[in-house]
């Protein structure tokens, strides 16, 4: 760094002075006109070795410069294009594993659907016999109620029919019984009937 400093300092110098010695040098012609030409071209030519001083100079400060800092720059540099190449080959390997996964997948595809088909088909199969145990279960129940109900019907029915029976057989005595009732029947029953409550 310090040399650095050095070389811009000279270089600063020796630019400082060829401007003035250029403006010494048009001064002194304007003033003489008539000058010597061969002092004029002699003069010149001290312009151009101090110009290819400075050039001198400034290119060794910029390749001083350049040397200096282009190492550690392009060494980063393909430190991160190293850094991209290995992340590109990760992500490579990691598509690869993938596509071989998805390849796998597809393959087992076929096997996976028939044994999907053929669960299906076993689940189906094991509803229907579910349901005709459930339908047959529920035909009995009805059968067993209907049974029941019939049955129940068929007792009423009797039941209605006896009541009936028995009302017109009481109807039917009711009848001979007033029939064969005079007024001298009904006063000995009365009689009978007290003597009974004594």
Do not use: C
């Not at 811009?8 to 048009?26: H, M, T």
């Not at 390749?63 to 991160?80: D, E, M, T, W």
């Not at 096997?111 to 529920?138: F, N, P, V």
């Amino acid at each position: 760094m310090r040399r650095l400093a050095v070389y811009l300092a000279i270089a600063v110098g020796l630019f400082a002075q060829a401007p003035k010695e250029g403006a010494r040098e048009s001064l002194a012609e304007k003033a003489d006109e008539a000058g010597n030409k061969a002092h004029a071209a002699e003069e010149e030519g001290s312009m151009d070795i101090w110009k290819w001083a400075n050039f001198l100079i400034l290119a060794g400060g910029l390749g001083y410069l350049v040397g200096k800092n282009a190492g550690p720059f392009f060494a980063a540099r393909s430190a991160g294009i190293r850094k991209d190449m290995e992340n590109s080959l990760a992500q490579q390997k990691d598509a690869e594993a993938r596509a071989a996964d998805v390849d796998r997948r597809l393959a087992n595809m076929e096997a996976d659907i028939a044994a999907l088909r053929g669960e299906g088909e076993r689940a189906a199969r094991a509803e229907a016999e579910r349901m005709e145990q459930h339908t047959a279960a529920e035909i009995a129940k009805i059968q067993q109620h209907s049974e029941q109900e019939i049955a129940s019907a068929g007792k009423a029915a009797r039941m209605d029919l006896k009541r009936y029976a028995a009302e017109l057989a009481v109807e039917l005595a009711e009848q001979k019984v007033r029939a064969r009732m005079t007024p001298e029947t009904q006063d000995a029953l009365v009689q009978g009937f007290v003597r009974n409550l004594k």
